[in-house]
């Protein structure tokens, strides 16, 4: 943001804690406000600095995903290449059958259109979103950003029809409580990882992964019982997500 988009400095920590609050991401929100930029020279470069050395092979985890008789499909935000190149650090890349992630998400994607069709601020005058921050309920008007990402619903409804997935016998995992209250609302049967506290929108909490099958004995037995599979809370369970 500092190099590439000329931002200044001391202004960047506010600016990306706005834009997640309002648009899911930092750079669906700078989209919005009115930075022209490529998307692959964005995803390059903020994630060509993660210390991705840093995660290492999962084996148990593993076991877990392969032994489990149900549809998986990874649902992110982030680019094909960080996903990949995450999973195949983990030891998972043959562990689920595809990957929605923001290609997926936005194949076309390279106007000024948001997603529901509406046009974005030009690049010529970018909001002043500090100014909203400041009075959300002033006559200032939030503009609306090109790019399709969680937490908004549009994701969503997007994700269910490119993998063909009926929520209302889907388990989502995610540890974003946002991401998960917006899929409890669309009709999916949520978990929250990271933490062992439910909250609203949540109807489980798990405070590792590898706790999965503790947690949802039931998923292993639909290969058994596929059609008639229930878990604690009495909804039959077809695909778990993972974000």
Known sequence: MIKKLGIEEEKVPELCVSLYKYYGTTMAGLKAIGYDFDYDDFHGFVHGRLPYTMLKPDPVLRNLLLSLPVRKVIFTNA???HAARVLNRLGLEDCFEGIICF????PTNNDNSS???????SST??????KYSARP????????TPVVCKPFAKAFEKAFEIANINPQKTLFF???IRNLQ??????????WVGTSHRTDGVDYALESIHNIREA??????????AENIRYSGKVSVETPVRA
């Open 79 to 81: 680019d094909k290449n």
């Open 103 to 106: 290609e997926t998400l936005n």
């Open 115 to 121: 997603a529901d069709g509406a046009k974005f601020i």
């Open 125 to 130: 005058g970018n909001f002043d979103i500090s």
């Open 137 to 144: 309920d002033s006559e200032l008007e939030l503009p609306t």
């Open 174 to 176: 995610d540890d974003s």
């Open 182 to 191: 917006t899929g409890k609302s669309m009709g999916l049967h949520t978990v």
């Open 216 to 225: 949802l004995p039931e998923l292993w037995e639909a290969d058994e019982k």
